[in-house]
């Protein structure tokens, strides 16, 4: 299992950002999906998940309303769109599968928004 993220940066708050997740190693359709993030001196959180065939979804409720979550099974990748982002938001980012009990994480991708 092998996750390439990509799309983290430097923001202004209110700005936008949209991360991607390209999974390869499984069969990335059948399986429900997450993204996490951890902020310095903070737990690893859960952001948003998504479930395999994308219908039903959760979300944190620090970012209800400007997160967005989605996922292309023809491309195996997971996207967080992220909106109306604050410095609050500033952590690295990960995406999180789970697979015969274990989990698999990528290598994160720091998002920063500060002015």
């Known amino acids: 299992v092998q996750f390439v993220e990509s799309g983290g940066g430097l923001v202004q708050p209110g700005g936008s950002l949209r991360l991607s997740c390209a999974a390869s190693?499984?069969?990335?359709?059948?399986?429900?999906m997450s993204w996490y993030r951890q902020a310095p001196g903070k737990e690893r959180e859960l952001v948003a998940g998504?479930?395999?065939?994308?219908?039903?979804?959760n979300y944190a409720d620090s970012v209800k309303g400007r997160f967005t979550i989605s996922r292309d099974n023809t491309k195996n990748t997971v996207y967080l769109q992220m909106n109306s982002l604050k410095p609050e938001d500033t952590a690295v980012y990960y995406c999180?599968?789970?697979?015969?009990?274990?989990?698999?994480w990528g290598q994160g991708t720091q998002v920063t928004v500060s002015s």
């Open positions: 999180r599968t789970t697979v015969y009990y274990h989990n698999y």
């Open positions: 190693g499984f069969t990335f359709s059948i399986y429900d």
């Open positions: 998504i479930t395999s065939a994308g219908s039903r979804i």
